[in-house]
Structures are given as C-alpha cells and as structure tokens.
C-alpha cells in the first residue's frame, strides 16, 4: 500500500512498481535495467513528454523513450537544437535568437531562427558550428530546468539583448509558466524536454543547410536566418543520411526538371504556378491514361467542373469557415463574389443534387483530375511539392451507409495497385482523427473512423494514429509513399464524411420510398499531380521506366553515310507508337551513348555503323543492363513495345 511519500507507475506491460515521489526518470530507468538506462532520453507521463533529470511527484502510467523510438529522437533533436543554438552564440555574440524545435521532415530533424544582424554566416560557417556542437557534446555538461516569474524571465532576456524572446514572453498567456534550460554558460528559453546531459545526445549530429524564415511567419516582419541540421541515434545513422543527402541532391526534381527540360516556373508566371514543357508534359499525359483506364475499369464515371464558384457555395461547405486563409481572395462578377476552387467536392455534390437519385444507382464513383488554388506562403513553396496550383486526382463516392466500409476497402486497395503501378511499393499509413476545430456529431465522426479502421484491417495494413489530424468534415487514412531513399512523401488520401451530405442536405430515395441522407469518401490516388511527379522524378532520378520515358529510345548514327539509315529507321519505329528519335551529328559514337543513356537518361540507345547497314540490325545499350549486341530492327522494336506493354 502506498504512502503519502509514494507514487506507483505503471509500466507499459501493466506492471506497477513503486517509487518515492521525487525519484527521476532517469532513476526509474535505472531501476528498470543499465541498458534501458543508457538508451533513455525522455519519459512520458499520462501521455505528457517531460525530461528524464526532472523528478516524479505523483502516480501515473510511464514510458520511457530510448534514443532510436520515434518520440526519442524528438527529445533528442530537441536537444541538438539547443547545442546548435549554444555554438551559434559563441562564435556570434550579438546573434538573437528566436525559435528551434525538431521538425518531420525527410532532409532535417531540427531548425533553429536566428537574426545574425550584420555579421551573417554563410554555408562556409556551417563546419565550424558543426565542430563546436560536437565540443558541447563531449563536454557532457548536464541540462539544468528553471522556472521563473513573468517579470524575471523578461528581464533575464533583455539582460542578454534577445529581443525575440522578449516578444515571445510578451504573447504567453499570464498563468503559463516561463521555463529555461541552462546548459553551463548558455541559458534558452524553451518548454523542453531535453536529455539529462549534452553528452547523452551523442555524435551523430550534423549541421546542414541554411534558408530564410519571416519572424513570426509573417511576410510584413524581419527576414531571419533558419539553420537546419539533424540528429540520430548514433554517427553511422548520420552518415547514411548525409549520404542520402548527396543522393537526393543528384535526384532533386528541381534540378532534373531543368537537366531534363521537363518543367518551369517562376519568370513573369507568378510563385507556385507550373509551365509543363514538351517532355514534362508528356510523362503527365501517360500518367493522366494510366489513371482514366484504371478509373473506367474499376467502376467510376469520369467528371468535370469549373474553376470558379459563388461564395456562397464554399460558405455552405464550411470552407469559408474552416479553410478561408488558404482561399484566394474573391473575384466580382456581375455584383456576385466568386471564388477560385480549393477543392473539387462541392462541385461534385452539386452534380448529385441536379436530381432526384434513388438507392439502387448507389454507390456513385465520380473522378476527376480538377485544377485548385490554394494560397502558400511564398517561403513554403518548393518546386513542384509545394504549389499554389495544382490537378488534384480527385474522386468522390456518394454511399448507403451500409455499403461504407466495402467501399472504403475498395478504394484502399485501389491505392496500392495505383501507388505499385509507378514504382512505389513501401508505404506509411495514418489513421487521423477529428480535429479540435471541426463541424458534426460525435457519432457521426465515430462511425466514420470505425469504418476506415476496419479497412486498414481489412486490408492486413499495419497504421498509426494522428490524433487531431483530419479534415474538418471527416477523418481520413493518409497514405505515405517511401521512395528508394526511404523518404516518405503524403499523396493519398481517403476520407469518410457525414457532414458535407447534411450541411448540403442532400437525399436519395429508400428502399421505403423516403429520403435519406447519403455518406460521401473523398479520395486522392495519387493527390496532386504535380507533387506526385515531384516525387517519382526524385524515385527514378528522373531515369523514368520505358513506359513513362517521352523518349524511349535514340538510334545513333557511327558516321555520316549512316545518317539517312538513321533517319529512315526511327521514323519507321515512330509507325509503331515508339517514341524513338534519331541522332544524325557528327559528335563520336562514344559521346552520344553517354549523353542520351547518363545526361538525357533514355532508356536504349541503338548503333547503327556499316556491319549494323549490312545485316539490318541494331546494336542495343540499355541504360540499366549495359550491351545488348546486336538484333534485327524488328526484334528491337518487339522489346520495346512489350516493355511498354508490361509497364516496364
């Protein structure tokens, strides 16, 4: 039985241990096992992260995170942050320092905004600071928590001219404690948690990039310096991902958009807005086949819409509500206000409501690839990944709701055959729930989650719960794709909704001959289509399969008396639906081979010398399988069609 100097913990196999109340996480560890105790960074509490130095004054469920768990790493980053932010005002006294959390994102673990005033650094800096975060790690010199009162922890800041933290104090609401993390001579301003000791985040910490990031993401305020850096478990981990750091810069879509002449931005177009060149264009296009057959073959109708609606129709979606600050502003016309479309359901709603439906045509499955504008942040944009315009592969099923869960597993598997058809075979699925801002009933968001948790089962998907993480109409099964990096990248998206039907009453006929409320899925196969290249330009280091390349072969000519055979032969191919070119210059053999295979990355070259004239041949290089000697034309011709035919 417990004292009033004793607090139980329950472990997370059910087992309670008792403990004096003041004992730290740590020494829970520590009493637990030595080697759960040197892998531990952080403790969570009744489901609340806090420091493992930091004592335990009342009973509760426990975890302890160690360095390689997700939750861990956070801590750890966390941690990295404050070493990167202690080196930076080393070497720059004068620097102010804003803000520097741990992000999920695939390049960075962790970001620190400083205003470095008229001594910036520059990439040339990144080594040393890299080097002095490595000292402040060896020196082990523990992680010290200190709370203060409003007045202190403001003075304490304008003591050390970090007017950003001022600032910052100034916003917290008047009853939210004001914590500090001192590490030997640097103190920060910061909730934590962090691990016990710099030396406890280990070597495997890196600093890596440099950008610009508005104080306040706020485009009227300063420009700030945001230096980016990472954090593993230990220095193998680390140089893999520089590793994969070098890769993907080789593989970046931005970069091989331009190599490639696939695609353009920018210029007078305005940030965020895509010019689809010929080759870009063309991969789009087999894309855009690929998924109408799918679409036809498995059942859906193939719809369009405008690009423009009243107000009045995003007021009664709940966009205007919910969504509005990534809305364009409205447009006059004719004394009406107008807006662009972010989305395309209720346009598709409306299609239902043009009349009377009865519950024997139930499920509809209507899809369209619709073009949407959503206002970025400037500072956000990148590339294709993130844009202000885009073609959503949208499709919305109209349900009874006892076909709701058949169908949810249907689109799920839809998913994955879509996703496997380009090359993605690894996935990450979340299951995110009702948001704090949101509209409709407890129940109806709870049948909604049990039936695209019953497909996740359905279907043998291991998932994760984000909590708070759905649409404000619905929560909905997010689909992350790992490319051949590992990174994974949110396209796919299937969501159940009870409330956009009622919101605009929309009905069907019953089996008894009354009105009832239909359900609606939103989903996404592939999202936007412009992240969607983004990222398989990026799997395939823009080296896309036969069926995808807008060219698929180049046949070279080894000298000028070749040339017309060359021509002739490439526009023959060109009879068959191959998209194969012809290479006439007068550049060596040698160099062609490389240019078109390793520069223009097509999949086959195809020599045609004296020998190759005389017999009617070719000979075949292969971007991936090397010489493939020498075949008749025809032969040639019948392995590309069949790759082309297999997808390949």
């Not at 109340?21 to 105790?37: D, F, P, W, Y």
């Not at 914590?179 to 001579?185: C, H, I, Q």
Request: glycine fraction near 10%; charge should be neutral.
């Amino acid at each position: 039985m417990s004292t009033a100097t004793q607090i139980q913990l329950t472990l997370p196999d059910g087992s309670v241990r008792e403990y004096a109340a003041g004992t730290t996480g740590m020494q829970v560890a520590e009493s637990i096992g030595k080697g759960l105790a040197k892998a531990a960074v952080g403790i969570e509490l009744d489901g609340q992260v806090q420091s493992l130095q930091l004592p335990i004054q009342r009973s509760a469920k426990i975890r302890i995170y160690t360095r390689d768990s997700k939750e861990g790493l956070e801590v750890l980053r966390h941690s990295a942050a404050h070493v990167l932010a202690d080196a930076v005002k080393r070497i720059r006294p004068k620097a102010k320092l804003w803000k520097g959390p741990p992000v999920d994102d695939p390049r960075y673990g962790y970001y620190y905004d400083i205003d470095f005033g008229d001594q910036p650094i520059t990439h040339d800096d990144l080594p040393k600071i890299e080097q002095l975060m490595h000292e402040i790690v060896q020196q082990d010199v523990p992680f010290v928590l200190e709370s203060m009162d409003r007045q202190a922890a403001r003075a304490l800041m304008v003591q050390h001219g970090e007017d950003y933290k001022v600032a910052t104090i100034d916003k917290i609401p008047s009853d939210e404690p004001i914590t500090f993390y001192r590490s030997g001579e640097f103190v920060d301003m910061c909730r934590g948690p962090h691990v016990p000791s710099t030396g406890k985040i280990g070597p495997g910490i890196a600093v890596l990039a440099l950008a610009g990031a508005y104080f306040g993401n706020d485009a009227d305020n300063k420009m700030l310096t945001r230096i980016y850096g990472h954090a593993f478990p230990d220095k193998k981990a680390m140089d893999l991902h520089r590793h994969n750091l070098e890769e993907a810069g080789k593989r970046d879509h931005r970069r091989l958009g331009i190599d490639l002449d696939l695609f353009s931005s920018m210029g007078d177009l305005g940030a965020g807005l895509i010019l689809w060149h010929p080759k870009g264009g063309f991969v789009r296009h087999k894309i855009e086949e690929y998924w109408r057959q799918a679409h036809l073959r498995g059942g859906y109708d193939l719809v369009n819409s405008p690009h423009i609606a009243k107000a009045d129709l995003w007021q009664t979606s709940g966009h205007l509500d919910f969504y509005k600050d990534s809305m364009y502003s409205g447009i006059d016309i004719d004394g009406a206000e107008y807006r662009l479309k972010p989305m395309n359901c209720p346009f598709h709603v409306q299609i239902f409501k043009s009349k009377r439906r009865s519950y024997r045509e139930l499920p509809f499955r209507w899809a369209e690839l619709g073009t949407v504008y959503r206002y970025e942040n400037q500072g956000s944009l990148h590339g294709l990944l993130r844009v202000r315009g885009f073609t959503q592969d949208d499709a919305h099923l109209f349900l009874r709701e006892d076909q709701v869960e058949a169908e949810i597993e249907r689109c799920l598997r839809f998913v994955i055959s879509m996703l496997q058809a380009f090359g993605f075979h690894e996935y990450a699925m979340n299951l995110s729930t009702r948001p704090g801002k949101s509209v409709g009933s407890d129940a109806s968001w709870e049948k909604a989650t049990h039936a695209l948790e019953a497909a996740l089962k359905a279907v043998g998907l291991p998932y994760e719960v984000d909590v708070g993480g759905g649409a404000f109409y619905g929560p909905k099964i997010d689909v992350k794709i790992k490319d051949v990096l590992g990174r994974t990248w949110q396209c796919s998206t299937i969501q159940c909704d009870f409330n956009l039907p009622e919101r605009f009453d929309m009905t069907y006929i019953d089996g008894k001959g009354e009105k009832a409320r239909p359900v609606m899925v939103h989903r996404a196969l592939l999202g936007s289509l412009e992240r969607f290249f983004g990222v398989l330009v990026e799997h395939h280091g823009g080296a896309f399969p036969v069926w995808l390349a807008p060219v698929q072969a180049v046949l070279l000519s080894v000298g000028e008396r070749h040339a017309e055979a060359v021509v002739g032969r490439a526009r023959d191919l060109r009879t068959r639906d191959l998209r194969v070119d012809p290479d006439d210059s007068n550049e060596k053999i040698g160099q062609k081979i490389r240019h078109h295979l390793f520069q223009e990355k097509v999949p086959f070259v195809g020599v045609i010398g004296d020998q190759e004239l005389a017999n009617g041949t070719v000979t075949v290089r292969s971007r991936t399988d090397g010489d493939l000697g020498a075949m008749p034309v025809a032969a040639f011709a019948d392995l590309l069609a069949q790759l082309d035919r297999d997808r390949k």
